[in-house]
């Protein structure tokens, strides 16, 4: 928890030293990492339906 406390409390000056498009770019792929496991998650549970019936 105190790693993630620093983190959050200089995230102003970490988003600076690495550059908005480097930010920017990382938004993006946790963003699509977030969509491919949201998928996975509803993929798995219509075969369960399925298995179910």
Known sequence: M???LVLLL???RIQHLLGD???L???KLM???L???GIEMLVRGYRALLATL
């Open 2 to 4: 105190v790693v993630g």
């Open 10 to 12: 200089g995230a102003n």
């Open 21 to 23: 498009r480097f930010v």
């Open 25 to 27: 770019a990382m938004e």
């Open 31 to 33: 963003g699509l990492i």
């Open 35 to 37: 969509v491919a496991v």
